[in-house]
Every structure is written in C-alpha cells, then in structure tokens.
C-alpha cells in the first residue's frame, strides 16, 4: 500500500494523468469495435467515443448569465469562447462522423444508437465551424445517398466506410 503512495506521489505519474488525449492517435484504435458483432463492445466504444468527444472543462452557466466563478458568460454565447471546441483535423474528424454516421445507420438496437446520436452531437457542437465544414462537405452526397438507400435493396459497397482489420503488431518468433 506503501508503494502505491509513494507511486502517486510521483510528479511523473502525475503529469501523465493529466495529460491531454491524443485524439489522433486513440479515435483510430476504437474504429474497429464500431463494427463488432457483439453489441456491447458496439456500446462500449460508443460510450468512450461520447466521453472522448466532449471537452474535458467545461463551465456552467447560471440563469443570471455568469458561469460558476461569477464571470460574465455573454462572450461564450456569442461564440467567441473557444474552450468548449476540441482541436480536431478535418481528417480525423471527417473519419470519425463517416464512422458515426454508418452507425447511426445501421445500428440495430435502439439503445446502441441513441449513444451513436450523442457522439454525432458531441462532433457537431465541440468542433470548430471551419473544420467542420471542410470535414463534411465533401461528404454530403455520400451520406443523402446512404440515407435514401431503399430497405431491401443491398446498400452499395463503394458507399460504405469499411473498419482497417485490426493488424497484429506481434513480430517475435519463438524459436
């Protein structure tokens, strides 16, 4: 128990605890369990996408309009407070609402869906306007083709956002 301490106390251990997500780097990971067959690895990728997709400060806003430290919260509501945005690239973010979208689509269970609309609203609300609109725009007519595809008809494969197979990194032989 001693040791547990005197690991915590550690200003190293510390400093990566606090440190920010790479999002480029994590999101990727988590693209192959969207498509999974079992749906609570389905869910619980959503569910880390959804916490992953929110800002990790936030600040309440009273009814009076100043947040909880008693600062005006007139500059937020006029879109000038940039602390509720994540920094995405478009890439990554045209990536993850390809991915959310494809979801929100095809997802069966009713519950699993509704975290993927979340997620989809999270990626609309803490993204910057100027990456958004790049990450999306080139994607609209994929997206009205995809939801205007007929119930019995197969959807079109060029159409679909396929998962990378998960690559084992493994390179060691035993001998």
């Known amino acids: 128990m001693s ?10 251990i510390i400093n990566i ?6 999002l480029p780097d994590v999101l990727p990971r988590l693209w192959p369990y969207l498509d999974h067959s079992t749906s609570s690895v389905r869910k ?14 936030t600040t309440e806003t009273k009814n009076n309009g100043t947040d909880t430290n008693g600062d005006s919260a007139k500059s937020e509501q006029n ?5 509720q945005y ?12 390809r991915h959310i979208y494809q979801r929100v689509l095809f997802e069966h269970i009713h519950e699993i869906q509704e975290i993927a609309v979340q ?14 609109l790049v ?19 197969p959807v079109e494969p060029a159409l679909l956002l396929q998962a990378p ?5 493994n390179t060691s032989r035993g001998t």
């Not at 605890?17 to 790479?22: A, R, T």
């Not at 197979?165 to 990194?169: A, I």
């Open 135 to 153: 990450a999306a725009c080139p994607m609209l007519a994929t997206w009205l083709c995809l939801a205007m595809q007929p119930a019995r008809l």
């Open 119 to 132: 997620v989809w609203g999270n990626l609309m609300r803490h993204s910057m306007l100027g990456v958004m």
């Open 44 to 57: 619980a990728a959503l569910q880390t996408l959804c916490t992953l997709t929110k800002p990790l400060v």
């Open 86 to 97: 994540l920094m995405w690239t478009p890439e990554l973010l045209q990536e993850a609402m």
């Open 79 to 83: 879109g000038d407070d940039t602390s």
């Open 165 to 169: 197979p998960k690559v084992c990194t």
């Open 3 to 12: 040791n547990i301490k005197e690991l915590l106390r550690s200003v190293s």
């Open 17 to 22: 605890l606090y440190s920010p997500i790479d």
